[in-house]
């Protein structure tokens, strides 16, 4: 028993991040984010930096041990790994990304000691929300995933997202969570704290009522076609002709669409594969009548050894966006050789892509400049705000087939979202298995289809101007500001 009591921050330390799970989609019980959080910032304190980095990377196994373990259905069912091969890659993945809430833990104990209680309040937040982004763009092409502002897509802290993006309101969250731990160790703050947590909720609120952009023209008609076609059967060359045939039905019962849009990889074959038989006779007939089809497929370069993801519009006029933020590990190996041989050694097959470029022209549709963005693309916001303010409404294209019925498309579609509310546009989200869905400015979803069905989707979308403050700054000014309440608040603690 004694044993219990001494460790209970440490056993409890992994079911707290598994809380923070269930605070993200399918669960959405946006409050387990608070507790989780409120867990860790006052587990981390009091104690050790050593005894914190260790509460740290538990709290990280229970969090990505149960927030990202569908990693595990693509490289072994999908990816034909041996299930052992496929479970070590998956614990190594998973044990991975525990450093990340180990440094911060490490720094919170370290650090807390030369700051009073108001500095901890601003500084903690900082460290972690700079560490995440370390994680979420700078490492290994970064894995954004799981980060703590998209389990407040519905409550009032949504309001903040045109302004800070997801950074920003990830440390307007934190900074609830350590004023409610700070609360808890010294009963005395009660009062100031409630009153700053009231005025940062209701400032939320408050900014939720404002609507950052505005209608850009006539709303257009547009079509979702999501095709449910088996991930272990999609590439098989006997199965190719039945999925074009399938998809080109599913498109001919609504041509009266402005637009139609298919899913990632929705043609199974090589742009120069199906050029002459299947895409021109398509794009010939989306020109008669007046509709722009959008499709994806992989294309060759000039070289044997580029290829790309690609989006084609087929209609009015042509054109194609290359995938640019390609997925580590899936698209392409980063770390060569070892992960070559690595990957080679378990038989993990895996693509081998080039990305597209920055500097690609934005395509038409439905009479109206878009930003597109291909699968895991959408998890990063910088993805889209190169397009602004020209583009009038976002697309993406996925597959999330190879995560079968997992919490991945769930907590994928909840990341769409956020990228519709940050930049004030609605978003047309195409996927083979789901989750299709018609995300509104505001990143509420107005129509979704059954996961795992054939199915087409039809609404009416309106275009948007303008940009969402956001959407002007951009994560890096957010970030540098971080920075800066870092330093800051280091230097006046060192002082005192």
């Known amino acids: 028993m004694k044993f219990i009591f001494n460790w209970k921050w440490e056993l409890l330390s992994p079911l707290a991040g598994g809380l923070m799970t269930l605070s993200f989609a399918p669960f959405n019980v946006w409050l387990l984010s608070l507790f989780s959080l409120v867990f860790a910032f006052y587990s981390w304190q009091g104690v050790s930096p050593g005894r914190a980095l260790w509460r740290g990377f538990l709290y990280g196994v229970g969090l990505y041990g ?7 259905v693509s490289i072994h069912d999908y990816g034909g790994a041996h299930y052992i091969g496929a479970g070590l890659l998956t614990a190594f993945f998973c044990l991975f990304w525990t450093i990340f809430p180990a440094l911060t833990a490490y720094l919170t104990a370290k650090l807390e000691n030369r700051q009073g209680v108001w500095g901890k309040v601003v500084l903690l937040p900082a460290i972690w ?20 502002a998209y389990t407040q897509l519905d409550t009032p802290l949504a309001g ?61 008609k547009v079509t979702l076609i999501q095709g449910n076609v088996a991930q272990d059967k999609k590439w098989l060359p006997e199965f190719r002709i039945k999925t074009l045939i399938s998809y080109q039905r599913l498109t001919e019962a609504h041509w009266d669409s402005d637009v139609v849009i298919w899913p990632e990889t929705a043609i199974p074959a090589f742009l120069h594969q199906v050029e002459d038989f299947y895409i021109e006779p398509l794009e010939a007939k989306a020109r008669r009548h007046d509709t722009d089809l959008i499709v994806s497929l992989p294309a060759k370069g000039k070289s044997a050894k580029e290829n790309y993801n690609m989006v084609l519009t087929l ?40 990305p597209g470029g920055n500097d690609q022209p934005l395509m038409v549709a439905g009479g109206y400049p878009f930003a597109t963005s291909i699968c895991y693309e959408d998890a990063f916001s910088s993805v889209f705000l190169p397009a602004l303010p020209e583009a009038a409404y976002l697309i993406n294209v996925t597959n999330d087939a190879w995560f079968g019925d997992s919490l991945e498309p769930h907590q994928h579609m909840q990341i769409a979202r956020m990228r519709a509310l940050e930049t004030g546009r609605y978003l047309l989200r195409a996927t083979n298995t789901g ?33 969402t403050p956001y959407a002007r700054i951009g994560d890096k000014a ?12 280091l230097l006046v603690g060192k002082t005192k």
């Open 66 to 72: 149960s927030g990202v373990h569908w990693v595990y």
């Open 129 to 148: 929300i700079l560490i995440d982004y370390v994680r979420g763009y700078l490492l290994l092409n970064g894995f954004p995933w799981l980060q703590v």
């Open 160 to 220: 903040y997202i045109p302004l800070l993006g997801s950074y920003g309101t990830g440390f307007i969250l934190l900074l609830s969570a350590i004023l409610l731990a700070e609360t808890i160790r010294q009963r005395a703050l009660w009062l100031r704290a409630s009153l700053i947590l009231l005025l940062l909720w209701s400032g939320g609120f408050a900014l939720s009522l404002i609507d950052w952009t505005e209608s850009r023209g006539k709303a257009i």
């Open 315 to 354: 209609g009015k006029q042509r054109g194609e966006y290359k995938k640019n933020h390609l997925l580590p590990f899936g698209e392409y190996l980063p770390l060569q050789p070892l992960s070559g041989f690595v990957l080679e050694l378990l038989g993990v097959n895996l693509g081998n892509f080039v």
């Open 435 to 467: 989750i299709t869905a018609f995300v509104d400015d505001k990143g509420k979803i107005i129509k979704q289809a059954p996961q795992f069905e054939q199915a087409t989707l039809t609404d009416n979308i309106v275009p948007m101007s303008g940009m």
């Open 478 to 489: 957010i970030i540098f500001i971080f920075l800066v309440l870092s330093v800051t608040s």
